[in-house]
């Protein structure tokens, strides 16, 4: 049985034998990671959408106008026959694609969609307008739009807020001033 002499048992418990073990076990982590990045990498390939994917939705929120004209005016895109049907999709409360842009913000979209004859006054099961929805998510050029594009200013909901009282409630100061000014100029 072979015993290592003094001067290799302190080489091994130096600070030079701790660095190189800590390099090479630094080195083995970095291989596993990797590793792993490669493999996750590898999965991010192209994705088939799924059966409930809405491409008009995608168009609207993420300010895509051009994409919203083709969806409506080409013949050949694949998502134009079901487009009006995508546009008047609503959830359990009945608010639709219209709700999502303006709570994004999408001043643009909500223009192009009304050329293509979106309900502009549409309202949801307790009253709420897509002024309401504006007002609530502080979307001042939204408010703008819509007000330009002749949505009602007085339109109240089920419990009788206008969208300034909603704005009022949600602190959404600029929009108040605005829906206060469009009040009084008569901007309807």
């Given at each position: 049985?072979?015993?290592?002499?003094?001067?290799?048992?302190?080489?091994?418990?130096?600070?030079?034998?701790?660095?190189?073990?800590?390099?090479?076990k630094?080195?083995?982590?970095?291989?596993?990671?990797?590793s792993?990045?490669?493999?996750?990498?590898?999965?991010?390939?192209?994705?088939?959408e799924?059966?409930?994917?809405?491409?008009?939705?995608?168009?609207?929120?993420?300010?895509?106008?051009?994409?919203?004209?083709?969806?409506?005016?080409?013949?050949?895109?694949?998502?134009?026959?079901k487009?009006?049907?995508?546009?008047m999709?609503?959830?359990?409360?009945?608010?639709?694609?219209?709700?999502?842009?303006c709570m994004?913000?999408?001043?643009?979209?909500?223009?192009?969609?009304?050329?293509?004859?979106?309900?502009?006054?549409?309202?949801?099961?307790r009253?709420y307008?897509?002024?309401?929805?504006?007002?609530?998510?502080?979307?001042l050029?939204?408010?703008?739009?819509?007000?330009?594009?002749?949505?009602?200013?007085?339109?109240t909901t089920?419990?009788?807020?206008?969208?300034r009282?909603?704005?009022c409630?949600?602190?959404?100061?600029?929009?108040?001033?605005?829906?206060?000014?469009?009040?009084?100029?008569?901007?309807?």
């Open positions: 049985m072979a015993t290592a002499s003094a001067p290799a048992l302190r080489r091994e418990g130096s600070a030079e034998a701790k660095e190189e073990a800590y390099s090479r630094m080195e083995s982590t970095e291989e596993i990671v990797d792993a990045n490669k493999s996750e990498h590898e999965n991010l390939g192209p994705q088939e799924p059966a409930t994917f809405n491409p008009l939705l995608r168009a609207c929120l993420t300010g895509d106008t051009e994409g919203v004209q083709q969806i409506f005016e080409d013949l050949e895109d694949p998502d134009h026959e487009a009006n049907r995508l546009l999709e609503k959830d359990i409360v009945g608010r639709g694609l219209l709700y999502a842009t994004a913000g999408q001043s643009d979209v909500i223009r192009t969609l009304a050329r293509y004859g979106v309900d502009l006054k549409d309202k949801t099961a009253g307008t897509l002024l309401h929805c504006a007002a609530a998510w502080g979307q050029e939204t408010l703008k739009t819509l007000i330009e594009l002749e949505a009602d200013i007085y339109a089920s419990r009788g807020e206008k969208a009282d909603i704005a409630r949600y602190e959404q100061t600029e929009c108040v001033a605005f829906l206060d000014w469009a009040g009084k100029s008569g901007n309807t």
